[in-house]
Structure formats: C-alpha cells, structure tokens
C-alpha cells in the first residue's frame, strides 16, 4: 500500500508524516517512508565526505552502500525517476505501507495537509485524495489516526483479482505473493514497462484501452493454459490500462512451480499469449505524433466496441 501526504511548503506535511509512522508503528505496522526534495534548485544535503563511503562517492562511484550492525545507509546518483520506479528500485525490504511525502502529482492516495482556505482549493485539483488535514484544526490529529486506521485496515481487507485490469499503478509484491505456499519452489516475476526509445523514436508516454470484461476472461484463459501445460504451477497476470509514462509497470505475471523451469517457461508463454489473444490497444505518443497499435488479431475500433 502506498499513501502520500501533500500539501504546500511548510503545512506541516512532515510533522503529519512523522505522527503517522509513531501512530502506525504502535498498531504493529512496518512502514517505509519516501520524501521528495522539491526545493527549486537546492539537492539534497549529503553526509560529510570524511566518513568512507562518502569519499567513495566523492571520487565517482553511481552508487556507495555502508552497511554497520544494525543500519545500512545508500547514496546514488539519480536524476528525477518516478514515483513508481523509485519505489521499484530502491524498496528493498517488506512492508505493509510505503508513506509518500510530496510528489503530489502521482496516482496514489493522498492525505491533503493545509492551513488556508487558499490552499484547500488549489489542492482540491490533485487526483485521488482520500482525506483533508486541515493543520489548524485542535482535534485534527485525533481524527485523523481514527480515519488512518481504518483505511489501513480497509486497503488490507481489498483482495486483488488473480487475473484483472486495473487502472492504478500496479504493486508487484501483492501477486508475487499471491501466487507463494508450501509447494511452491520458485516465483518468476516478469514486468513490463514502457522504454523511452523504440527503433530511434523517442516516445512520451503510452495510452492503454482495452474491453476489460474480454480481456480479464482471456488472462483467465491464459492461466488454464499454462495449469494445464505445467501442472502445479500457480499463475497471476494483471494489465494497466490508461496513461503511462516512461518505466511504469504496463504488465506483470507471476508463476510460482514446485522447481524453477516450469516458472520459466510459463512465464513467457503467459506474455506471447496476451500479445495474440487479449484485446488490449496501445497508443504510442511521440514527440511529432501518434499511433495505435493492437493486439494481434484485433484492432483499435473494437476497443470501444467491445469486440474480440
């Protein structure tokens, strides 16, 4: 699950945000936290280059890790990723909720944190809000970590389709899970995202439609295949459609066998299958234009037509 908390400088996003983690870590929760440094031109301040790891980076390396008994600290050279990507590539241990400060654009929920009235209207805009903190308020906090907890309790009670459309960014753990039990021996987990450049062509971000009834029975057709092919394993495909920028997760399939190449080779099956039969529309948008594309027995007309 991942929650963000926004608002305007100094409304008090990180105060909020650090209530919440002491509040959530008493309810038995494992949290991550991620803050977006939005201050114009000024980076992040590093630590000082007189402990080791930092003259490692000084002296060029892309990325340097310090690990001591019970903390491990990285610094990276990294220019601006998404939301998405960073969680993708720098979450690295299990968690039941990431909490987000800033990046008040992205397509999570969001905790709205405000002062003035001015600024409550100007927030309102943002997508996916799910509760207003107005900072000012002497009983907001207490009414806030009622609300919190029960929209923790509500996002942990959601069960995910083994096979589904979906239109949010999609949370990988959540279906390689899904697919785990004492049998299994090996997960394979394929995601597919949307590259920057195909052929020299620079794209800009891609728009997925699709005839979600058709397309969720085809995955689920798809998943009796590969039963049927490799008896044993257990399959999960999930496909976002909408809007997606560059390295957002378009696809994932999760395979889980008792031994590693049967994960494998359903795994691929799975994607050759969804290319052929799945009715699913992808619009490339490029600096000077645009095209659909399609699966390989349809077109894009029967996207909103509901053929097959």
């Known amino acids: 699950m991942i929650l963000q908390i926004v608002g305007f400088k100094d409304s008090g996003k990180t105060t909020l945000l650090q209530q919440s983690i002491t509040f959530l870590k008493s ?81 999570y929920d969001k905790i709205v944190v405000y002062k003035t009235q001015e600024e409550l209207e100007k927030l309102r805009l943002l997508t996916h809000v799910q509760y207003f903190y107005n900072y000012n308020n002497e009983n907001a906090l207490k009414n806030y ?63 997925y439609e699709a005839y979600v009834p058709m397309a ?21 495909i999930v496909h976002r459609i909408g809007s997606l920028h560059i390295s957002d997760i378009a696809v994932l399939i999760a395979v889980s066998s008792p031994h590693r190449k049967d994960a494998y080779r359903a795994n691929e099956y799975a994607i050759e299958r969804i290319k052929e039969i799945v009715p699913i529309w992808k619009k490339e948008i490029w600096e000077d234009g645009a095209e659909w594309q399609g699966h390989q027995r349809g077109d894009h007309s029967q996207a909103t037509k509901g053929g097959a």
């Open 27 to 107: 309810q038995g929760y494992h949290i991550v936290t991620i803050k977006h440094h939005g201050h114009d031109k000024d980076d992040i301040t590093l630590q000082s280059s007189n402990v080791d790891h930092m003259k490692h980076f000084e002296a060029g390396a892309d990325q340097s890790i310090v690990q001591g008994s019970a903390y491990q600290q990285t610094v990276t050279r990294r220019n601006q990723p998404s939301l998405e990507q960073l969680i993708k590539e720098s979450v690295t241990i299990s968690y039941d909720v990431i909490l987000v400060e800033g990046f008040k654009n992205e397509d």
């Open 145 to 207: 970590e009622q609300w919190l907890l029960k929209w923790m309790k509500q996002r942990m009670n959601i069960k995910m389709k083994q096979f589904e459309i979906v239109k949010n960014p999609i949370e990988p753990e959540q279906y390689r899970t899904f697919t785990l039990n004492e049998h299994q021996g090996a997960v394979v987990v394929f995601t597919g995202h949307v590259r920057e450049w195909t052929k020299g062509v620079k794209t800009e971000y891609l728009e």
């Open 216 to 236: 969720q029975k085809k995955l689920e057709q798809i998943g009796e295949e590969i039963t049927q092919r490799w008896p044993g394993t257990i399959t999960t």
